[in-house]
């Protein structure tokens, strides 16, 4: 049972405009969240996180918004760039349970020069 | 970059041979996981560990053991490889309950014949 779920596996944008990549989680628990971004044959990298104590955390051009009561979040990417190209995966955390991350299934960002 | 090396980094291996995959860290953290990831699922997790002789079972742990006897090392074994069991495996590791990154390591590449 899939409890945090990207429903996009693919997205293609033109460079410069904004890349927004979705996630969706069912545990009401869950009160951390991190995105990350991974290149092919490479480990997957830390992007930016939130708490859920906050709706919003930006970090250049990254910015995380997160809306509770939809369990929902996002990634914003502005402006994309070539470089940007990965696959993004969601995590979320949740409290007082230990240490055990639930990731997403990810989604294939393309940024088109 | 976080200290974490695995090894091997590629391995071929036939259908019902034991197979050790290592994770060694330099960053003292506390908390140690394997994860698998594959088309369509994502990064599940296996095992994972919270310290020395500490361990617990992940979303898919059948097949799969784990041990931890000092803080760097972390090992997953397949006690008799199957095909299903072809993926890239990563370690990862975090520090504290709460609020805390995941880092995670190059990647093991294991394809079972």
């Known amino acids: 049972d899939q409890q945090v779920?990207?429903?996009?596996p693919s997205l293609s944008v033109q460079e410069g405009r904004i890349?927004?990549?979705?996630?969706?989680?069912?545990?009401?628990?869950?009160?951390y969240f991190l995105w990350y971004k991974k290149y092919p044959a490479e480990g997957p990298t830390f992007l930016i996180s939130i708490s859920s104590i906050?709706?919003?955390n930006e970090d250049g051009r990254f910015t995380v918004f997160l809306n509770k009561s939809a369990k929902h979040l996002s990634l914003h990417i502005v402006p994309s760039q070539p470089g940007d190209s990965a696959v993004y995966f969601c995590a979320a955390l949740p409290r007082k349970t230990g240490n055990q991350f639930y990731f997403g299934t990810g989604?294939?960002?393309t940024v088109i020069p | 970059d976080a200290g974490i090396t695995q090894s091997p980094r590629h391995k071929v291996t036939e259908t019902g041979?034991?197979?050790?995959?290592?994770?060694?860290?330099?960053?003292?953290h506390r908390y140690m996981y394997w994860y698998r990831q594959d088309p369509?699922?994502?990064l599940r997790l296996i095992h994972y560990s919270y310290g020395v002789k500490d361990t617990d079972k992940g979303e898919v742990s059948d097949g799969y053991s784990v041990s931890r006897s000092k803080t760097e090392d972390f090992l997953l074994t397949l006690e008799s490889a199957t095909s299903s069991q072809t993926s890239v495996y990563f370690c990862a590791i975090s520090e504290s309950t709460t609020g805390n990154t995941i880092y995670f390591g190059e990647g093991s590449w294991l394809t079972v014949v």
């Open chain 1, 5 to 8: 779920k990207q429903n996009s």
């Open chain 2, 40 to 42: 369509g699922h994502g």
């Open chain 1, 107 to 109: 989604t294939s960002l």
């Open chain 2, 17 to 28: 041979t034991p197979v050790t995959l290592r994770c060694h860290q330099t960053e003292n």
């Open chain 1, 54 to 56: 906050k709706d919003k």
């Open chain 1, 19 to 31: 890349s927004i990549l979705n996630c969706d989680y069912t545990n009401s628990m869950f009160d």
